[in-house]
Each structure stands twice: as C-alpha cells, then as structure tokens.
C-alpha cells in the first residue's frame, strides 16, 4: 500500500488502529502479518509503548492482553458506569428455543403455550418463562375456548424495539411470506406459511374439547404460578 | 455482445429509457423520432433472451412508448394548448424526472457510502465484570424484524407439511396411541417425555393425541411424570 | 456510586470509558445520565475536548458524531490496514438497485413496497428483503390505504452505515421543478428527458416551438399526476 517506509510511529498508530477495530482480540503475530516490515515482537513493543502513552495521557482504557492477543478494556475504576450503561439493556443472547418461541409468539399472537408447543414440536415451558422474565413477552389475556389457557403477546417495549407502534403493524404470515420468499418444506413439498398453520388450526380445533381440558389439569398450575412471578411483567419492567 | 455489458447496469426500464436519452443526446443532437423507441425494442430483444424474470416490466414500458407515440399521431383537437394534463408524454416524463430525483440520490448515498468504508468503528472491548460472570458481550440488538421473521419461517418450514387432501382424517385414536406409549415404555425403564412425543410422532395430530393419551395414562396411574425443578426436563416412567 | 464531586477531568475519562465500551452510539443525553451532575451540553464538550486531546497525541482514532451519539471510529488513513485485517470479512458494497430503493425510502418513509416500485418501475421484492436483512431499513407500520400494505423506514444502522449524525445530512432529493430547472442551463437529464420525448412527438417534423411548449407544461400538472400515482404518500410523508 505504501512504497515509503513507515515510521516506528506510523507503525504503532497501525497497531492501535488495528487493536480498536478488530472485533476479537488479535495477536502480535496477526498484527505482524498485516504490517510491513514488522515483527511480532515489535507489535507486541508498540503495544507497550502505547499502554505508556495511555497511561501517560490518562486515558481511561488500555490494551490488555487475553487469551487470544490484544484487547482493548476501559479502566477498573471507570467500572461502575460502564456497568450502569450496560445495565438495563436487554443483554445476553437468546437460545435458539428462545428465538424460536419469541417469533412464533410475536407473529402469532395472542397464542398459548401449547400452540406455540405444537408450532415448534417440543415443551416452550422454560423458554417462555424466560421471555416473561426479559420482559419481551407479555400475558396478553386469556382464550375463550375451553381451559382457557392462557394467552401470550410481546411487550410493549420489545414492538417499540422492533420499530412498529402496534401489534397491528406487524408482518402478517402472508406478508412475511412475501418478504422472505415462497416455503419449501424439507421434502420439496411446496407449502406455504398460511397452510402451514392453517393446517394446525385444523389439528388443534379437531380435539379441542379433549386435548384442552386435559392439557389444562398439567398446565393451569404452572401458568398460574408464572401469573404470580410476573404480575407486572407487562408494564412493571418499563425502565 | 456489448447488450450483456450494459444490461447489467440497468436497474428496470426507467433506468433503460434514461440510458437511451442520455446516449443519443450524446450523439445525436436532434433526436431521429423513431430511435429511443426502436432501440429500446432493441435491448428488449435481448433482456427477454437473457432475463426472463424482469422482462415483462421491460415489455410494459415498451407498450406505454408505443402507446404514448401513438397518441402523440393522432390528430390534436387544437382547444387550449395550454391545458397540457391532456398530453400523452405528461405521464412518462413524470415517472421519469421522479425517477430520476431518486437516481441522483442513490449516486449521493453512494459516495458517502465510499467515504463511510474507510473508517472502521471500534469492536474490540470487552466488559469484564468482577462480579457477573453470566455476560458473553453478545446484544440482544441482534434480534431484528429479520431475523425473528426468518426465525419463524425456519420454524414453520420444520412444522410436517399438511396433509394433500385434507378430507381423509389421520386416523389415529386415543386408545392407539396409549398403546404406542406403553410399548415404548416397555423398552424404556424411564424416558425424557420430550424423547417420547418427538419419537413416537410425525403428525401434529398424532402429537396432540400422544399427549392426551399420556394425561390419560397418568390418570389411571399407569405412568408418573416427574421433574426436578419447575420448567427442567419431565421425565415419565411407568409404574 | 462516589460520594465525592467528579472532578470536569474525571468526568471526561467517564465519558471516554462509555463511548469506547459501548458498541452502539451513545448520545449526550444517555452520557449525561449516567454521570453524576453531567448535562449533556458538558458531555459534548468533553468529546470536543476528547478529540483535541487525540488529535494532538496523534492517536489512530477520534471520537465520531454517528446515528445521532457518538463512537469511536478509525483514523482514514487508517483503512489500508484494518481492510486488510478485514479482508473477505467486508460486508459488500450496496447494489445499485439497492441505493436506489434506499434513497427512495430514506425520503419517502413510511412507503410501501409498492410504491417503491412504481417509482424504481420495477420490483423491488429481492431488493428489500436483503436491506431488511442488513438492517438498513425495517418495518415501520403499517399504511392505512387500501390494502393497508407495510411500510417501511430506515434504521440507525443505515445511518451508522453510511457514517452520518442524521437523515439531514444526507442529499436531498431536488425538487422536480429544479431538475426541469436545467433546461435552462443547457445541460441536465431534465432537458435530455423533454428532448427525447418532444423528439417521439415530432417524428421528423420541425417543431422546436411545440417542444418548448410541451416542457412548459410538465410542471403544472406535475403534481397532480404525482397525487394520483401515490395516492398514501401524503400521509406517508411524516415528515
């Protein structure tokens, strides 16, 4: 890129630049590969020289090293606001159960638990007990059909932070369908979203006396219980 | 063969047309009348070999040239010439300086989009917290409109494929599926009720059948299900 | 969490540690809330005060105004190497169909997919689907009109893509009448447009008085025909 030869101090800027904007920590042999004429034990010096510098000028981070090379990390005493930053935000990743139930339920809703269960082939128990706890989902009423179960829809703050106002203003299967191109199921089969859950209306209401009432012995406790833990998850959570 | 060089770069037949007007303008100062419209036929020509899937716009536009030229022959009741809402090109003309409003932002956004790629913004940080362990630096952030719409798609897409005709029923009855149940218990001193309904079943009908023949069987005390903690595993063993 | 003032340069290091751990921009607002007796004027003087220090240390980064808060982002001349570093890792540029639905929807939003088409005169289907799947634009809504089709907007991350504070700051589509404007200076697509098409009505005839007079009409009825072609984009157009 440059015929010239770089300075030591263009070479540290270089490491520097390359520490701040690499999204995972990067060695001093990667740093070396990507300058010229340099060696890892001279990346490794300029990062030295640059931890002197920070530490010089009070910045309020330095590079550290970790498992896997360098890192920039903010000053142990600058922790608390980091943290109080961090805070609040809704952190961690969702498992692929968690995904999975938070799309069916914000797509589908209000739903039950064993619709969403019947959608996705196994218990949604844990996982939707977790959505209630990150606020994503909401007790969104209760079914009118026997057992009424009750019925889940996502919160306020998560359509906010999906950017629509109101459940409304959400895709609907055939919209998403639209988007995201014609379904294929697994066999070739061509199928569409709407048969697809038309197709579990169907099932579900063919039982429903049976299935519901009985379902209902299992699951009225535990949905009860969720009931007590998350009595204001709906607008308690609001920050 | 330089029809291929170009048709890549044009993004539908608006682009097309203003290609043409532009090049003749170029060339020609007093465009011959016949010629946007016949070189247009032209590339058409060609887009109907080579792209079948957006040609039909291409062939839309083609009629409206065709169908404004027309109009432009016919013989003008000369009333107020003024009142040009009645001219056949007013249309066109309009789609495309409106089109063209649009292309020279795109051009705008395509600059600042150059600009924009040299500068990269830091990712290398992490947040180390003495005391919670639990955070992987992973944000929730990632969970877009997108991804939940292609999450529920992919969860649909696993759903069994509705049966062709549905007017022939599954038959599957509540007493079969006790006795599936049981044989399979019978192999198995205790089982993951989860392991049980996603082996035992292929059909969401079959599913919701399973399940109630399981309450049944619980009822009658043939088999207990049990679970550590709330929302953990269930386990079911027959007595 | 400190009982004694912060000192101005305390403050600064805080307001250093926050923008270097955060991976989204953060504005003033949300600095000054997290620093005991901040306001967010202060918070903006530290950053100016910020990349004096860094420009004067020579440091590989700044402080940037990015999607309304502020991140750290590279030194330009920086890129040779973090590209490197970054090589095949790059998200690639946008298409040009895609720029172009992007500057559509940018100063058009909320609009329907439709509308976009009509104004691209192709279908924008593929298109959309992958800037959702960037995160360049997002459902907004929903539009009341027939058939109440989604709308959609652009997100922060289209602002963070292109690098800029705000929509503001991004070129504005010109108004028809100044596009048309250039006829008079002799050069621009407008005249090319009105040429091309008065050519169409000549067909051989020398008739550069008609031309003029037809130009002449474009504008007034303009808007009528841009009513008429978009009949939600008044209340589509929420700012």
Do not use: C
């Not at chain 1, 005493?77 to 961090?86: L, Q, R, T, Y």
Request: proline letters at 4%.
């Amino acid at each position: 890129m440059d015929s010239q030869e770089l300075t030591e101090e263009y070479k540290r800027h270089i490491v520097e630049a390359l520490i701040i904007a690499n999204d995972v920590p990067i060695s001093e042999a990667k740093i070396a590969s990507l300058i010229e004429d340099m060696t890892p034990a001279q990346a490794k010096k300029a990062v030295d020289e640059l931890n002197a510098e920070y530490s010089d000028s009070q910045r309020a981070f330095f590079i550290a090293r970790v498992a896997g090379g360098f890192q920039i990390n903010t000053r142990r005493d600058m922790a608390p606001w980091v943290k109080k930053m961090f805070k609040g935000r809704m952190r961690g990743r969702l498992s692929q159960a968690g995904l999975e139930s938070l799309a069916i339920i914000t797509f589908q809703q209000p739903i039950s638990r064993v619709e969403v269960d019947a959608i996705r082939g196994v218990n949604s128990g844990g996982v939707v007990k977790t959505l209630l706890e990150r606020n994503l989902i909401t007790i969104a009423g209760r079914s009118s059909g026997p057992g009424k179960p009750l019925l889940y829809g996502t919160t306020k703050e998560f359509l906010r932070y999906l950017g629509v106002d109101d459940i409304k203003s959400l895709p609907k299967p055939k919209e998403i369908e639209e988007i995201m191109g014609k379904l294929t199921t697994g066999d070739g089969v061509g199928e569409n979203i709407i048969e697809a859950l038309a197709g579990l209306e169907d099932d579900g209401v063919d039982n429903s006396s049976e299935a519901t009432a009985a379902v209902d012995g299992v699951a009225a406790p535990e949905e009860k219980a969720q009931a007590q833990t998350h009595p204001e998850s709906d607008n308690g959570q609001t920050e | 063969m330089s029809y291929r060089i170009h048709l890549q770069n044009f993004d539908g037949p608006l682009d097309l047309l203003l290609f043409l007007i532009r090049k003749n303008e170029v060339d020609v100062y007093d465009i011959p009348v016949a010629t946007i419209t016949q070189q247009y036929m032209e590339y058409l020509g060609v887009i109907e070999m080579l792209d079948l899937d957006n040609a039909s716009e291409y062939i839309l536009m083609a009629a409206t040239l065709i169908r404004v030229k027309a109009a432009l022959l016919l013989p003008k009741p000369e009333l107020d010439d003024d009142d040009d809402a009645d001219d056949p090109r007013h249309e066109l003309v309009q789609r495309l300086l409106e089109y063209q409003r649009f292309k020279e932002v795109a051009d705008g956004l395509e600059e600042i989009e150059t600009e924009s790629r040299h500068f990269f913004r830091s990712l290398n940080y992490k947040f180390e917290d003495d005391e919670s362990e639990e955070e992987d630096g992973v944000e929730q952030s990632e969970v877009g409109m997108y991804e939940l719409m292609a999450v529920f798609v992919d969860v649909i897409k696993r759903v069994p494929p509705v049966t062709e005709h549905m007017v022939e029923r599954i038959p599957v009855t509540i007493e079969d599926q006790t006795k599936v149940v049981l044989e399979f218990l019978e192999n198995n001193k205790q089982v993951l009720f989860r392991d049980l309904l996603l082996t035992q079943v292929n059909e969401k009908i079959i599913l919701i059948v399973t399940f109630i023949a399981i309450l049944e069987l619980m009822k009658s005390r043939k088999v207990t299900l049990n679970q550590n903690k709330p929302f953990a595993e269930i386990w079911i063993r027959k007595n």
